[in-house]
């Protein structure tokens, strides 16, 4: 049973999450402040925290900013509908995925369950447990990613997305595809989620040796991993 915390400051709304998803069979806990959202997330183990961006004290941002320097429990943010900027800056800020309030129970049960897969992400059903392209190397037993022998710190979401490129180094992996398989979704038409976690991995791969970009966009296409 996945234990989640919901931490948004609408108490009837965390009333009815906590009863909706308990009867999906999750673990549900609830709080009503940022402070108070990230003291429980650094001191008990949750499989996920959902946050939601307007909260007294410490908003949903800092607490995303704050509990990522001390560890990578996946995160679901909720935003206000038709505020692309809170979106964006979640995902910035190392968010896993969100969702726009008001929400579908069904949609955010689906959203949950995808994040959580790719934390889970069982070894046992890739074809190998090492992949190395040039300079990094993708070990899908620890999911841990590293350069040079150096390990990195990625989101279960950025290790997806990443192991999904260098699984197809060289070729064109369409967005539609890399959605599907990294985020267990199909693409929304206006879903900056996937733009913004390849600019991540952007940031904390580094360019290639020889100073050329490692993933590529091809307009009209999708991405590529550079092979050097």
């Not at 499989?47 to 410490?58: A, F, R, S, T, W």
């Not at 590293?146 to 950025?158: D, F, I, M, V």
Request: with cysteine.
């Amino acid at each position: 049973m996945a234990k989640l915390l919901i931490a948004d400051d609408d108490v009837d709304l965390c009333a009815l999450l906590q009863s909706y998803l308990g009867a999906e069979g999750f673990d549900v806990h609830t709080v009503n402040d940022g402070q108070t959202a990230l003291e429980r997330a650094t001191a008990e183990a949750f499989d996920l925290v959902i946050l939601d961006v307007m909260m007294p004290g410490k908003d949903g941002f800092e607490v995303l900013k704050q509990l990522r320097r001390r560890q990578l429990t996946p995160v679901l943010m909720l935003t206000a509908r038709g505020e692309d900027s809170d979106s964006i800056t979640g995902l910035e800020l190392g968010a896993d995925d969100y969702l726009a309030k008001p929400c579908n129970p069904q949609v955010l049960v689906a959203r949950i369950r995808a994040v959580l897969r790719r934390a889970e992400a069982p070894a046992e059903a890739a074809p190998s447990p090492q992949l190395s392209v040039g300079d990094i190397s993708l070990n899908r037993h620890n999911r841990q990613l590293q350069k040079n022998g150096t390990a990195l710190e990625l989101t279960s979401t950025e290790f997806s997305v990443i192991e999904v490129l260098l699984r197809q180094a060289g070729e064109i992996v369409s967005k539609d595809l890399l959605s599907r398989e990294a985020l267990g979704r199909e693409l929304g038409r206006y879903d900056r989620a996937l733009d913004m976690h390849i600019s991540n991995l952007r940031h904390k791969l580094g360019p290639l040796p020889d100073g050329g970009e490692r993933i590529v966009t091809v307009r009209g296409s999708g991405y590529q991993y550079v092979i050097a």
